[in-house]
């Protein structure tokens, strides 16, 4: 069964601190990794997405991959209160089609 | 920007009914995608397709149908709807290595 994981929260981070989200998956067959955002009542957002080892920053946001062990973050600097949400990692295998997503972390940054 | 249509915001169906939730797509992606979302459970896939006319079960298929008849076109069937049925469905789309964009949602409530 290939399982992504997350802690649910909430995190919460004060306004201009750094939120730190992170992910965990069970299959090393994974080869691209996403990040969406999901305000309450709304879909997911893509924000940002990352296919080899190491750091990709776009704006406030980075993301992380370490492949060996098999573990992906987002950072987001200077959070902002509209930055609250819940963050959703997604994985795809080479073998399918189909994202397999984590729960979801819910981030609150309190002003 | 892609767009992803889906055809109602809120649905109320009554238990029984036959129920068909639309979803279009505008950027000739290959794959689309139908998951539900609840509390405490994450998103849940469906069905998916690749192609015309062609789909895959995906985790939670039991009550539910699909079409592609078009490509752009991706349509779930509830074919006797019931209470737990009752959820938020989100329809997606894609190409193969990318990933997904989402449509705003539908909420249907089974009563």
């Known amino acids: 069964q290939k399982e992504v994981e997350q802690n649910s929260g909430p995190l919460s981070v004060p306004e201009g601190a750094i939120a730190s989200l992170n992910c965990t998956y069970s299959d090393r067959g994974s080869q691209s990794f996403f990040w969406y955002r999901q305000y309450s009542g709304k879909s997911p957002e893509l924000i940002m997405f990352i296919y080899s080892n190491g750091d990709k920053e776009d704006g406030r946001f980075t993301a992380q991959l370490n492949k060996a062990s098999q573990y992906v973050s987002l950072l987001i600097r200077d959070s902002q209160p509209s930055d609250s949400a819940t963050y959703l990692c997604a994985v795809k295998v080479l073998s399918q089609g189909n994202l397999i997503f984590g729960k979801g972390t819910k981030l609150s940054v309190k002003p | 920007d892609v767009k992803v249509t889906q055809s109602s915001r809120y649905l109320v169906k009554r238990t029984g009914e036959k129920v068909f939730l639309e979803c279009v797509q505008d950027?000739?992606?290959?794959?689309m995608f139908w998951y539900r979302q609840d509390p405490g459970l994450g998103l849940r896939l469906i069905y998916f397709?690749?192609?015309?006319?062609?789909?895959e079960k995906g985790d939670i298929p039991e009550g539910y149908s699909v079409s592609r008849e078009k490509k752009e076109r991706f349509s779930l069937i509830l074919e006797s709807a019931s209470t737990n049925q009752t959820s938020m469905y989100l329809c997606a789309s894609s190409l193969y290595r990318g990933g997904y964009t989402f449509g705003s949602g539908t909420r249907l409530t089974v009563v």
């Open positions: 950027m000739d992606h290959e794959n």
């Open positions: 397709s690749y192609d015309v006319k062609m789909k």
